[in-house]
């Protein structure tokens, strides 16, 4: 996909150390897969040269990266956050930065890691940048982003309804959202060009339904019928049977308390081997 970039196993350990930390968080399962596909999609219905999907595409999968910084009592609180807390994660692009500073590919994802909060009204973070000082990665990865935290279940909100997203991002429009950018999003969207993406976790994979937590389980690939898995929130373990493109799940009354936070190695090998060709 980039012409001058050789090596994969440089790339592997980018995304994983992106992967790893979504992991820390039960409600996030997916979201980087997600974030990824939506800005790939929108630098390619944007007309983009193919150097700037493919760092749409990887700005998406590491933006958050700084989140590792941020304590995991204010991340995963339910209610509002206080201002010492909300400064407190505004940090998180900064921390971003200073991680992967060094990283010899760092110049092709610190848009996206470190700007994509900011806003085109100036009233975004770290910055205030405006208009087009917000960098076109940046910009890219920023409605992407919102779009996923609207239409995902977090700990603090249930995932909101399609239409009601679209309405938001239609409103931010020229505000938080690059003009342009938000109305190519919109467009692919209504239009049904990102279903294969919404409430995925991965190609062909739709998140699943903890009863109690909400579509938060991110099955691997190869899920079969039989198999079970357990929720990341509240660690109920639920039988798989296969229904249609999904499964049902069947709770067998154990709880799994202990669970170790796993890199999403399919994402990782996906993408790395849509570079490697
Ligand atoms: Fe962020």
Known sequence: MNADFNDLSLLRSLLTLASVIEARD???GGHIWRVGKYAKALAEKAG???DLVFRAELGGLVHDLGKVGVSDSILRKE????DGEYASIKKHPEIGRSLIYAHPLAPL???A???HHERVDGKGYPGGLREEKVPLLAGLVAVA???????STRSYHVRMDQEKAWQIIEAGRGRQFNDALAGVFL?????????HIIEHCGDERLMLCCPKCGPIIAPPSGTKDGDCLSCPSCTGEFLLHAGGRTFELEPTGRLNPVQYPKPDTDTIEAFVSSVGG
Not at 79 to 82: F, P, S
């Open 145 to 151: 982003d919102a779009f996923d935290a609207m239409t």
């Open 48 to 50: 983009l040269e193919k």
């Open 26 to 28: 039960p409600y996030t």
């Open 79 to 82: 209610g509002k956050l206080t």
């Open 113 to 115: 890691v470190f700007s």
């Open 109 to 111: 994802v610190m848009d």
């Open 187 to 195: 467009d692919l969207g209504r239009k049904g060009g990102l279903s």
